[in-house]
């Protein structure tokens, strides 16, 4: 199983874990709620998993710019 890190908004790879031991609790996926889940991690059927996350980039131009949330696509 690998685990993606994936930007939700630039689609920018940052990171991966492949380690078929590690668990769910210890990458904290235990905290979110089923929701957050819902939005943040998707499994995929090869038996990986995609986690949504914001990369550095997209969170300042956000933070400078939050009218790019009312946008689909921000900064793609």
């Known amino acids: 199983m690998a685990v993606n890190y994936v930007c939700r908004h630039c689609k920018t790879s ?8 590690i668990s769910e ?3 904290g996926f ?4 089923p929701e957050e ?4 991690i998707a ?3 090869n038996g990986d998993v995609t986690v949504n996350v914001v990369c550095d ?9 939050p009218e790019l949330l009312l ?6």
Do not use: K, W
């Open 43 to 45: 499994y995929n059927s």
């Open 57 to 65: 980039y997209c969170r300042e131009a956000i933070e400078s710019n």
């Open 30 to 33: 235990h905290f979110l709620t």
């Open 14 to 21: 940052m990171g991966s874990i492949d380690n078929t031991q």
């Open 71 to 76: 946008v689909v696509n921000p900064l793609q």
């Open 37 to 40: 889940r819902s939005d943040i």
């Open 25 to 27: 609790a210890q990458l």
